[in-house]
């Protein structure tokens, strides 16, 4: 048996995170993926980028801090592989490539940007694959900061994939007008028509979470119905309240609830009854794509 360490940086608009798998190695068997560690951090780039075009000089040393951080946390761990990737915020920072270029000379840590397909790419080599059925139709959705991204599977296969900038930093900032909403749902409408037993699978920190609040078990799906009643409730409630009395931190109680609304209106829109969360999202597709030499 060999196990072997890998890492995922994951740097969102929202928040950034750090994954370490165990990749354990044993002859004639299946090569096991073990999560290690999660470190998250809720630095919130897309706050600066969305409003002002560039990454504050705070959060730039907020984020170089990290970087440094993680590097000396993979070392700890005897990590010998890494990718680090970033997404929304930092593609449209007018100032990320400089950013970019300080974080490796100050810290080591190297940064990809990459685009929303090439995001859904990565998050599709995950272990996605072994919940969806080739005689069933589902609509993934991962929801950052940002951009949400929406991939489309029918008969086992990607169909069709797309980013649209509807984010939860985005929202709470009130920079998603009518117009985007629009442009969603009728490309949702035409590129699910006439997918037989279509249901969502969704993914990212917030739909976990109220996965995790609906007391249901692991496996086990959350119903349309159910969310959106608690997308109505969590409105219901004020700031303090839900960190209070939900027990939410701070930087998850305001964006759960745009979270919510994406996936209770992309349900409503191309009706569907069920969202599976399997507990997955680019960060575990960055460690297969690193196993599988697939970057």
């Known amino acids: 048996m060999k196990v072997r360490k890998y890492a995922a940086i994951d740097i969102g608009s929202n928040a950034i ?21 999660l470190v998250r951090l809720p630095i919130r780039l897309g706050e600066d980028v969305f409003k002002n075009g560039t990454i504050s000089k705070r959060n730039e040393e907020r984020l170089l801090n990290a970087m440094k951080a993680f590097q000396l946390l993979m070392e700890v761990h005897g990590v010998e592989k890494y990718m680090a990737c970033a997404t929304s915020a930092m593609r449209e920072a007018d100032n990320g490539p400089l950013v970019i270029d300080n974080i490796l000379e100050a810290s080591g840590v190297h940064i990809q940007l990459i685009d929303g ?35 489309v599977f029918s008969e086992g296969k990607i169909k069709i994939s797309e980013s649209f900038k509807i984010g939860t930093v985005r929202l709470l900032n009130g920079m998603v007008d ?79 609830i745009p979270a919510t609304q994406i996936f209770v209106s992309s349900a409503k829109w191309i009706g569907a009854k069920k969202i599976h969360v399997p507990k997955i999202g680019l960060s575990d597709g960055i460690i297969k794509t690193l196993y599988y030499n697939k970057d």
Not at 126 to 141: P, Q, V
Not at 196 to 225: D, F, Q, T, V
């Open 17 to 37: 995170r750090l994954l370490t798998h165990n990749v354990i190695e044993e002859e004639g068997k299946d090569t096991l993926f073990r999560k290690s560690a």
């Open 117 to 151: 397909e090439r995001e859904a790419s990565i998050i599709a080599s995950t272990d996605l694959k072994n919940l969806i059925r080739k005689d069933e139709a589902y609509l993934y959705i991962d929801v950052g900061g940002g951009s949400t991204e929406f991939t």
């Open 178 to 256: 009518d117009s985007m909403w629009d442009q969603l749902e009728l490309w949702l409408k035409k590129h699910v028509k006439g997918l037989p037993n279509l249901s969502i699978i969704g993914s990212g920190g917030n739909i976990n979470k109220l996965h995790k609040m609906s007391g249901r078990k692991e496996g086990e799906s959350l119903s349309y119905i159910w969310l959106r009643a608690q997308y109505h409730f969590l409105k219901s409630l004020t700031f303090e309240e839900r960190v209070s009395e939900l027990g939410l931190n701070p930087d998850r109680a305001d964006v759960i």
